[in-house]
C-alpha cells in the first residue's frame, strides 16, 4: 500500500513516517467499469483517491437526465469538497473504465493535514481546480448553444481532441451523439478540423463562442 501511496502525486514527497500514519487507515479497491463508487447523499465520510483508470461524476435530473459534471483521471481527488464541508456527496461517482481506487478515513487524513503545511496547500489546489471546473461547466451548459460548446471544447482541448472518443465529448458537453456528428461535420466542411491530418483551425473557432 505504501508504494501505491508513493505514486500519488499528492503524497509523493511525504516523509515516511507520515506515509505509514496514512496507510493504516487507507484501503485499495477495484471497480469494474459501470459500477458505482459513490452514490449522492451517501455520507463523505471516506477521500477517494483514483489511483487508475476514469471516474464520471454526474447528477440526475429530475426528468432522469444524467447532468455530467466531470471526468476525473488518474491523480485526482474525489468528493473532497463534501469531506470538508462534511456534507453528503453531492453527485453520483461512477467507474466509466474499469478503475483502481484509494479509499482513505477522512477524519484520520484530516488530523494529518492540518498539521502538514504542504499536504494542505496540495489540497487547497485541489480544491480551487474544482470551483473553476464547476464555473466552466456553468458557463458552457447555460450560456452556450450546442455549436458554442463544441467549439470551445476543440480549442481548450487541441491537444488531446484527436484522442478523445465523441462518445465521451458528448457526455462531457451534454449533447447527444448526433447533433455532436452534425456540429463536427460542419467545421470539418470549413475547413476547420482536418481529421486526417489532425489538425485544428483554432482562430476559426473563436468567433463561435467568444
Do not use: C, W
Amino acid at each position: 500500500m505504501k508504494l501505491k501511496l508513493q505514486n500519488i502525486d499528492m503524497f509523493k514527497d511525504l516523509d515516511e513516517a507520515t506515509l505509514n500514519k496514512i496507510e493504516k487507515f487507507t484501503t485499495e479497491h477495484t471497480i469494474s467499469k459501470d459500477n458505482i463508487v459513490f452514490y449522492e447523499g451517501d455520507d463523505s465520510k471516506y477521500l477517494y483517491l483514483l489511483a487508475s483508470g476514469i471516474i464520471k461524476l454526474y447528477k440526475t435530473s429530475s426528468s432522469h437526465k444524467e447532468i455530467v459534471l466531470k471526468y476525473f483521471h488518474e491523480n485526482e481527488l474525489i468528493g473532497e469538497v463534501a469531506n470538508f464541508e462534511q456534507i453528503p456527496y453531492p453527485a453520483t461517482a461512477k467507474a466509466y473504465t474499469d478503475v483502481e481506487i484509494l479509499k482513505i478515513d477522512f477524519a484520520s487524513l484530516k488530523e494529518i493535514i492540518y498539521s502538514n503545511p504542504e499536504l494542505s496547500f496540495i489540497i487547497q489546489t485541489s480544491l480551487i481546480k474544482k470551483i473553476k471546473n464547476l464555473e466552466i461547466i456553468i458557463s458552457t451548459n447555460l450560456v452556450l448553444d450546442s455549436k458554442e460548446r463544441v467549439a470551445k471544447y476543440i480549442y481548450n482541448h487541441s491537444q488531446d481532441f484527436f484522442q478523445t472518443k465523441n462518445i465521451l465529448i458528448a457526455e462531457i458537453l451534454s449533447v447527444s451523439p448526433e447533433t455532436l456528428s452534425r456540429i463536427l461535420k460542419f467545421f470539418k466542411d470549413h475547413d476547420i478540423i482536418d481529421v486526417k491530418a489532425k489538425k485544428i483551425d483554432r482562430e476559426a473557432l473563436l468567433q463561435y463562442f467568444e
